[in-house]
């Protein structure tokens, strides 16, 4: 079986290229190192360092690994694009070539349609590609649990059935996302939904909760295979970065009350989760939405978790509540099905205190490459005048 | 109160600049003549004859009309944007500004991308540039009734209460667009909602129908002020063009059976819900919905009247069941609400014999400026393979 991942040189892209060419899958990885370059521009990097795609490819063929192929791709580039899946061939299609930064989205006009172009027109591009070159092939998606927000009802996957007014259907769940960023992910589960009625594509839209982690089966196997692990204020979430604080003694900060409540999963889970979607393909028209994530956590719950297990390790930490940067509730029902996984065999990697340990510990190792000056939020949501004053504060 | 019309040139634009203007409005237009650029692409053209933007205000200026300022104005293009908002700092901003043929957007994989640049990445500008430059402006966006598609229960304006496994919330209306153009509006307004929740703008989002007719009391008033008139595969909607078919005897295009029930109404309605709307402004923070139609009829049923209105004139009709270039259900439930401008003191007016005549004599009087081969379908919704046995057909 032939799987094509797009984004394959990012967090979560390169875990699970290793982890499917593991499994016995022939994979090519598509990238135009994008990421790298945001990096760069922000003036951010990963805790942990980044060895080059060359360089990451020849050590895990050296060790024996299986064959991954690499091609240099811009996904918002149509005509390469097409080449790319006429030459490929791929029977599934791994898609997580796009911007995943909520705060990034938020900085200016300029980082919110640079967004919608990398993410929605890049997303058209590809469903018009696997129309004209690939229209057997299985698209899994790479979505996010934002794009439901907050509603104060229970979340299902991807649709509901409601009854009103005497009558029944089952329909697309509303979603109220949080950002331009999470807007773009809505914008493409729109899009894909309609080609898969229109022109018969078939499609997985994996809505994934925030993932946690370093280290899968395969990353950890040699210097030149680690993956990222952000810390920063725009693409360091909850959890890593929480750890990574602790680490460094630096507070853990908190946004607002902390009451939010996300779903989460180990970035070991995130690579299983994708290959069950892809031995396991949607149909021909079918769009089908799973829930990928294997727990629900506030943010204070994680902050203490940290906290204690830190706290053990005989670190010194505080929890920091900080003005939250973003808009959105603070205190809110919160409850979400993920059975479509489960059933296909998902057995989830529950977070623990060893999970966290090695968190710390990894980022103790690296401790000598944090930057203190892109930890603390500098984006914010609010209106321009209570931006300016809030961020100042 | 002063006014921005983005997209005053086009059909619902250019009638809603002059409405605005006569009821006492300082009316601003930004257009930059995109659509006469599409028609010339396209090899297509308004059956009646549309003057430049120039001749067509000076005329207005030369009858007496209240004064109308015309600003050339690209919205993807941010900095004049911006700078227009400033200059002009409107107490309304009224959205027509955007690609709004939904064949167009389905013509290839460069068509929909520029419809979703030119509609969402413009939306996304022209939200950016109101937050810094007109915070407290009231946007009225044009959206489409065809943002729901056709669900199996009545359709509510914009939100849903509903109550799932003992808990209720009143949610966005779930939304299956079936084009490439209509899943922009659909970007739109989760977008527009957004903001509205993130930076407290406000905004009115006019889910409005297939608009028919020509005239209104004010572009009825000279030639040089006459409004546009399509007819082709790719602009003429159902009725409009319906009207030209029997005008010039050709069979009525009926797409597959014409059991698709739409919502309609009159451009001089158009007009005076937007009025309404700038009229009576959301508050800040406040996202609402109106939907903007007067009247429900399958396609079929419009041929009927048509054919039977036209047969009384003595013209020589035929309809004609056409394969559906188009992936829709023909025969499903509409019923949808349209409280909101009603309760506004909207009246409607209701499709009569009198405007099918006059717009069938309009057809009439332009009839030697009529391309009979821009009238049939030639764009499809279908998977490739199948898309180019049909069309050929």
Redesign the interface.
Known sequence: MKVLIIGGDGYCGWATALHLAEAGLDVVIADNFARRTWDRQLGVSSLTPIFSMEERLSHWHALGGRRIDFVNLDVTE?EPLCALLANVAPHAIVHFGQQRSAPYSMI???H??RT??NN??GN??LL??M??YA?DAHLVKLGTMGEYGT????I?EGF?E????G???K??????????YH?TK??DS??I??VC????LRATDLHQGVVYGVHTGQTAQATQLINRFDYDHVYGTALNRFCVQAAIGHSLTVYGSGGQRRSFLNIRDTVRCVELAVRHPAQPEEYRVFNQFTEIFSVAQLAHQVARVASDMGLDVRIEHQENPR?EKEQH?YHTVNANLQNLGLEPTLLNDGTLRELIETAIAHGDRVDRNVIRPAIS????AKAASSLSA
Chains 1, 2 share one sequence.
Request: no cysteine.
């Open positions: 149509y200016d006009r300029d919110a349609v919608l172009i929605t027109a058209l591009n018009w590609a129309r004209e229209p509603p104060n009802i229970d299902e509901i409601i009854t009103h007014k009558r029944t259907d329909l697309p769940f509303p979603k109220q996302p949080g950002s331009f807007l809505v914008h729109d899009q939904y309609f009625r229109a022109w018969g808009t029902h949501w609010k209106p321009r």
